[in-house]
């Protein structure tokens, strides 16, 4: 169980944060907010990069967040070639938080402009696996 489960962004499953799975199953995309600094992170961190308390606790990754930038991959980690090609995109929220994650297939690349809406959203993937992607709200 943990991060063996989660289908879509292979450097999270570096992370020892495996509640971060437990949340999609409850379909909530959760971050880390850092207790000492106040900085936030998405995908979760158990440690935080500005001033390295190891101090975190979760926040939902609520609300409307505009794309910031995006990337087409055509070549995939071990595990991921199948999916290919997809979008990876940044989208930073009101907060200052920049999330990290997939663009859903449902948006064609015409559609994709940089400050548009998205929203994160949890998704069941074949077999146990759960991830997150990015949709118009
Ligand atoms: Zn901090």
Redo the contacts with the bound molecule.
């Keep these: 169980m943990g991060f063996d489960r989660f289908g879509t962004v292979s450097f999270v499953s570096q992370s020892k944060v495996d509640k971060f799975v437990d949340f999609l199953d409850e379909g909530k995309v959760m971050g880390t907010k ?6 936030k992170y998405f995908p979760p961190r158990n440690d ?6 190891s101090d ?1 606790e979760w926040f939902e990754l609520t609300g409307t967040g505009k794309l910031a930038t995006y990337s087409k991959l055509m070549y995939a980690p071990s595990g991921f070639e199948k999916d290919l090609p997809y979008r990876i995109c940044v989208v930073e929220y009101p907060d200052g938080v920049k999330a990290f994650g997939r663009i859903s297939a449902a948006i064609s690349d015409d559609d994709l402009a940089i400050g548009m809406d998205l929203v994160a959203v949890p998704i069941k993937l074949s077999g146990n696996q759960v991830a997150y992607e990015f949709r118009r709200p």
């Excluded at 850092?34 to 900085?39: E, L, N, P």
């Excluded at 935080?48 to 308390?53: D, E, N």
Aim: net charge positive.
């Design positions: 850092c207790k000492s600094c106040g900085a935080c990069a500005q001033c390295l308390s975190v």
